[in-house]
Each structure stands twice: as structure tokens, then as C-alpha cells.
């Protein structure tokens, strides 16, 4: 039996902590983990698809995180995993309040293609409360992100800010 290629989708804006365990825990059972950043969320993204794809793959760098590729993708998750031949795709939970989101998520893409399947991987405790969007209040507002996100992100943050 073939081990599946696996891709990990998101807005990515930006990369956090969080996100990178998902990828060290998800490299562990995916030799291919393609790490796929979507250019047009439904939510209007903080960094252009040209500087979340520069920062995740910066940041993965400088967490000594090697062997992931990073690419973009516009239109439906699902045509894009197909296009790179993947058969997983990896999403991260942490509370509750994910988990409709994730379930209604991996239903959908599994009506519109049941070959691929949705691998959830339960956060890490610490990261439980982590999110890009708590990173770019905090950092809005002069809070300390040294412990959410690799320094490249911070950089990134405060030149934009
Ligand atoms: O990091 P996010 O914003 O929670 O990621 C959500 C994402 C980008 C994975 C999801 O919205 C997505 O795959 N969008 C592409 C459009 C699509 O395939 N929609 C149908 C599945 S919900």
C-alpha cells in the first residue's frame, strides 16, 4: 500500500506557531506535506498570497523545519489536492469552536471527491488558544508575539503595522 501525499491548506495569515507543530506532527506520517496557502479567502487577508507563501516558507526555515513545499492555490481545496496528486488533506483542531467548521468542511470535500480524506490533528495544549488573527491584535496593539510566532512573522508584522 502507497503512503498518501497529504496537503495542508489555509489562509496562513499569517504562519504561527500553531500552524508549524501541525506540519512537524504531520510530516511524521506524510513524507510529501504540501503546505497550500489559499489566495482569496473568504475573509480579506492581512498579507498578500505573494507574502504569506514568502513568510511561511521563511519561517519553516527558521524553525528548521526542511522537506515542505509551499504553493497557492485559487478555487476549490479539493481540485488542488487532486492537481498535486494528494489523498489527505491535514487540518489542525483546537477547541469546539472548530470543530463544525472542520467536520462541515471535510463532509463537503469528501462529497466532492471520496478519495480524499480529511486528517484532523488535535493542537498541541499550548497552542490551544492560538490563532492568526489573536497574533495581528496583539501585535496591532504592542503585545509581546515572541512566543506565537517565529521572528520572521514578527518582522513581518511590525513592518506592516
Ligand atoms: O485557514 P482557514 O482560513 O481556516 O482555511 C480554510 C480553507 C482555505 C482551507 C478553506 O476555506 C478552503 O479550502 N477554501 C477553498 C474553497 C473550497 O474548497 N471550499 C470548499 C470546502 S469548504
Redesign the pocket.
Same mark, same amino acid.
Given at each position: 500500500m502507497s503512503i498518501p501525499n497529504a496537503i495542508y491548506? @489555509?489562509?496562513?495569515?499569517p504562519i504561527t506557531y500553531g500552524h508549524i507543530d501541525i506540519v512537524r506532527r504531520a510530516k511524521k506520517l506524510f513524507p510529501r506535506l504540501v503546505i497550500?496557502?489559499?489566495a482569496n479567502?473568504?475573509?480579506r487577508p492581512f498579507f498578500s498570497i505573494t507574502e504569506r507563501v514568502k513568510i511561511t516558507k521563511e519561517a519553516l526555515a527558521e524553525t528548521g523545519v526542511c522537506g515542505i513545499e509551499v504553493i497557492s492555490?485559487? @478555487?476549490?481545496?479539493?481540485?488542488?489536492a487532486k492537481g498535486i496528486g494528494a489523498t489527505a488533506?491535514v487540518?489542525g483542531l483546537r477547541a469546539n469552536s472548530d470543530f463544525d467548521?472542520e467536520f462541515?468542511?471535510a463532509l463537503?470535500?469528501r462529497n466532492?471527491d471520496s478519495e480524499i480524506e480529511t486528517v484532523l490533528f488535535m493542537t498541541a495544549g499550548c497552542y490551544s488558544f492560538l490563532s492568526?488573527s489573536i497574533v495581528k491584535e496583539v501585535k496591532r496593539f504592542g503585545g509581546d508575539i515572541d512566543s506565537f510566532v517565529p521572528k520572521i512573522v514578527e518582522e513581518a508584522l511590525a513592518r506592516k503595522f
Open positions: 491548506p @489555509g489562509s496562513f495569515d497550500a496557502i489559499v479567502p473568504n475573509k492555490y485559487d @478555487g476549490l481545496l479539493i481540485d488542488c488533506v487540518r467548521y462541515q468542511m463537503t470535500n466532492l492568526s
